[in-house]
C-alpha cells in the first residue's frame, strides 16, 4: 500500500498537482490559509426537551414525524414549556437553567457530603456527624429496602446512630437542581 500525504494546498478549489496529470498551478500562501466551510446539514436532529416552570425536565423527543422546529412552534403556541437542543440529554443528569437567557441544560450538581463515613457501633450512642451541601433537604434511611426513617433537614447537619445491627442506606434529596446523593452506613 502506498501512502500519501495530502497538503493545505489540495483545499483550495482549482488546484491539480502535477502528479495528476498536467502542470501544477502556483498557489499564493493566501488562498492555501483559504477555509472552506461545509453545507450546514439540511435536516439536523435535535432533541426536544420539555420542562416544568422550575426546570426539571419532564420529556425528552428524541425521533418524531414532524421535524422539530414544528413541533417547538406548536408547542410555543400552545404555552407548553420547552426548549430545542443539540444533543442528547440525560433526565436524570440534566435539568433546564431558567436563569439564562434563553434557558440552557445543565448537569445537575451534585450534594456534596462532607465527614467521614464509617461503619459505627450499633449502641445507639457511637455516631456518625456529617455536613451535607445544601442545608435544605430531606434525608431517608432505608434498611432491609424499606424505609424505616425520613426527617427534612435546614441546618445541612446529620447526626446518625442506631441501636440495631444491620447496613443502612441512607438518601439526600435536596431540591431541584441537585442529584439525589447517597451513602451507606454499616452498624455492628
Do not use: C
Not at 501544477?24 to 466551510?37: D, G, H, L, Y
Not at 434563553?102 to 459505627?120: C, D, F, N
Amino acid at each position: 500500500m502506498t501512502g500519501v500525504t495530502l497538503d493545505a494546498a489540495w483545499a483550495v478549489p482549482g488546484y491539480t498537482p502535477a502528479s495528476v496529470g498536467g502542470e501544477a498551478v502556483a498557489v499564493s500562501p493566501e488562498a492555501i490559509a483559504v477555509t472552506i466551510e461545509e453545507p450546514e446539514a439540511v435536516n439536523k436532529t435535535k432533541t426536544l426537551i420539555r420542562h416544568d416552570e422550575n426546570g426539571i425536565i419532564t420529556q425528552v423527543i428524541l425521533d418524531a414525524a414532524r421535524p422539530m422546529d414544528e413541533i417547538s412552534k406548536s408547542f410555543a403556541e400552545a404555552g407548553i414549556d420547552h426548549i430545542l437542543y443539540d444533543g442528547p440529554v440525560d433526565i436524570k443528569e440534566a435539568y433546564v437553567d431558567l436563569s439564562t437567557d434563553p434557558p440552557e441544560i445543565r448537569p445537575k450538581p451534585e450534594v456534596v457530603i462532607s465527614g467521614e463515613i464509617r461503619p459505627i457501633k450499633a449502641d445507639g450512642v457511637d455516631a456518625l456527624h456529617l455536613t451535607v451541601q445544601p442545608e435544605t433537604f430531606a434525608v431517608y434511611v432505608w434498611y432491609d429496602g424499606k424505609l424505616v426513617h425520613q426527617e427534612d433537614v435546614a441546618d445541612g447537619k446529620i447526626e446518625f446512630a442506631i441501636d440495631q445491627a444491620g447496613a443502612f442506606r441512607v438518601t439526600i434529596v435536596a431540591g431541584q437542581p441537585y442529584k439525589v446523593g447517597a451513602f451507606e452506613v454499616v452498624a455492628q
